[in-house]
Antibody, heavy 117, light 110 residues
């Protein structure tokens, strides 16, 4: 059974850093495309980042240069390093397994990141 | 990459059919048959309902169907049930090899 369990969210001041983790089971992270998707309170979903099975990455313009997606193959875990956080980064962050690059077939339960002073 | 456009809300009575739209551009919806739809109940993670415009994952009711014409995709739910009340999000693959989502549509079952 595929499972994705996020952790690492919390309250952080503007300009601060946070690292989210996503422990995967039931499949191999390094063999799949993996993404982070976020949802601001009361808003729609926003794609944030993807790491492809070859290790290359891509980012939404809104986070480029501030966020870094990575994975630890030995731990079968996905990460999102978030730096220079802004109030508009406040959202529930979902870890997601991408099916054939073009849809998300499994979602984590989400972890809330609140950027506020 | 601009978000796809979805109506803020739609509604229908039990047993009726409803259709909601998702409009993009030739760089996303219109350029590929890679539109997906997700159902999200309050406080829960999204759930994949439709992928590749009209395909249903195993376990999804055949009351849910998808289609596309030009730059606009549609999700139709037939035989509306109370448990269908949720937010529905569309998504598309893009020319940037990324995904783009819509703003979401709130479905109310009257």
């Amino acid at each position: 059974e595929v499972q994705l369990v996020e952790s690492g969210g919390g309250l952080i001041q503007p300009g601060g850093s946070l690292r989210l983790s996503c422990a995967a089971s039931g499949f191999t992270v390094s063999s799949n495309y993996m993404s982070w998707v976020r949802q601001a309170p009361g808003k729609g979903l926003e794609w944030v980042s993807v790491i492809y099975n070859d290790g290359s990455t891509n980012y939404a313009d809104s986070v480029k240069g501030r966020f870094t997606i990575s994975r630890d193959n030995s731990k079968n875990t996905l990460y999102l390093q978030m730096n220079s956080l802004r109030a508009e980064d406040t959202a529930v962050y979902y870890c997601a397994k991408v099916g054939w690059l073009r849809f998300i077939d499994y979602w984590g339960q989400g972890t809330l990141v609140t950027v506020s002073s | 990459q601009s978000a796809l456009t979805q109506p803020a809300s739609v509604s229908g009575s039990p047993g009726q059919s409803i259709t909601m739209s998702c409009t993009g551009t030739s760089s996303d919806v219109g350029g590929y048959n890679y539109v997906s739809w997700y159902q999200q109940h309050p406080g829960k993670a999204p759930k994949l309902m439709i992928y590749d415009v009209s395909k249903r994952p195993s376990g999804v009711s055949n009351r849910f169907s998808g289609s596309k014409s030009g730059n606009t995709a549609s999700l139709t739910i037939s035989g509306l049930q109370a448990e269908d009340e949720a937010d529905y999000h569309c998504s598309s693959y893009t020319t940037s090899t990324t995904l783009v989502f819509g703003g979401g549509t709130k479905l109310t079952v009257l």
